[in-house]
């Protein structure tokens, strides 16, 4: 096996790749990338038997083949090389690397070793705008279940396709972020959930500035994502998901509209006497046209308030002042509508004149500070 290829290109390749490589698995064939040479193509496979992702880069090939090769020494090798190409020379597992000057020899391992990777076939294909499947994401991961969860399920996002409509919902048992958009899909209605990492490292890898559409194929147990030249592909979650639709407050007796900004800077103000966000809620009191915000910890106590527009009941509530932060950030628009019942029924956070995202946030019970 013999090939020659861009270093800057297999280096970024390398970088991007490596990252489903497995880190918590002792097994030396899954901490390595695995290196496959066609005619004139390169290409890179890093996989830990529930994420994945490939990439093909071109390559001058003089001889096919394929070998495994540590991850994290192949990285830090080309990492290291200058500008230009490098060559690869391998005879058995034996891996020569040379680029100018240096030349590196290390030990692979035999390709047949390497594990084959889940094949996804069938269904409709998806495919999905770039830009706008970034935005969806960033509106909606941040109230996906880290893996504490009570729930395993609830530690991916939720995908529903149906006619010409894509909708996102992340929960983590305090906090449910929901967001739709228009999409071209006519194909049957289908939802299936993914895995945070594989959002995570699927985000990283999109280009909010590209025209090009990424392409979704989804199986019974697994999904691939193509974006551009990378395929990543993953396990999907199974389980009973939050029925949101019956967590939702279907009615309000209280409408707050806020300027977004202002209402982030006046919980912000209060962060600076916050020990524990888990154990010190933020007191907001909706009244009197203003949302006054108060804490109070060992450190200290502070108050503060901005204009809002009350309509209805007065109510007073306390939240986490990070789930608070987290929706109104998440938000990206100039002003909020805020819907509340009463000091223990979740707050909605709404566009004002759209349907476009949806936050829930539980509340925390409040003390009373005399």
């Known amino acids: 096996m013999n090939f ?21 698995v002792t097994i030396p064939t899954i901490e390595g990338i695995l290196i496959e040479c066609g005619s004139d193509t390169l290409s890179l ?20 083949g394929a070998i495994v090769i540590n991850a994290k020494i192949l990285g830090d090798i080309i990492r290291k090389l200058p500008d230009g190409n490098v060559t ?4 058995g597992t034996a891996v020569s690397i040379i680029s100018g000057a240096a030349q590196y020899n290390i030990m692979g391992i035999d390709a047949e070793d390497y594990p084959e990777l889940p094949s996804v076939s069938g269904g409709y294909p998806i495919f999905l705008n770039q830009s706008i499947l970034q935005s969806m994401i960033s509106q909606t991961i941040f109230a996906v279940a880290d893996n504490e969860a009570s729930k395993p399920v609830h530690t991916g996002l939720k995908f529903e396709m149906s006619l010409n409509q894509l909708r996102l919902v992340g929960v983590d048992g305090f906090r449910l972020a929901i967001r739709t958009e228009t999409v071209k899909y006519d194909g049957e209605d289908i939802s299936f959930i993914v895995p945070k990492k594989t959002i995570r490292e699927l985000t990283k890898l999109i280009n909010s500035e590209s025209d090009k559409d990424i392409s979704v194929s989804v199986g019974k147990r697994h999904i691939v994502f193509d974006v551009e030249n990378y395929s990543i592909i993953s396990r999907l979650l199974d389980g009973d998901f939050l029925d949101y639709n019956a967590a939702i407050p279907k009615s ?26 888990k154990k010190n809620p933020i007191r907001c ?3 009197n046209d203003e949302m006054r915000v108060s804490t109070v910890s060992s450190i200290g106590r502070v108050v503060d308030y901005t204009h809002a527009n009350v309509s209805g009941d007065r109510v007073e509530i306390g939240f986490n002042s990070k789930f608070m932060l987290d929706a109104l950030n998440a938000a990206d628009t100039d002003q909020v509508k805020i819907e509340l019942n009463s000091s223990i029924s979740p707050a909605k956070v709404m566009p004002i004149n759209d349907d476009g995202f949806l936050f829930l946030v539980l509340p925390m019970r409040l003390k009373n500070e005399n």
Request: aromatic share 6%; charged share 20%.
């Open 4 to 24: 020659t290829c861009n270093t800057k290109e297999l280096s970024a390749a390398c970088s991007n790749v490596m990252r489903a490589v497995s880190t918590k």
């Open 45 to 64: 496979t890093g996989y830990d038997f529930e994420f994945g992702i490939n990439t093909t880069l071109e390559a001058r090939v003089a001889q096919p």
């Open 88 to 91: 690869f020379d391998i005879n």
């Open 252 to 277: 309000s007796t209280t409408t707050v509209l806020i300027n977004t900004s202002d209402a982030i800077d006046c919980i912000e103000r209060t962060l600076p006497v916050i020990e524990n966000d």
């Open 285 to 287: 009191l909706f009244d």
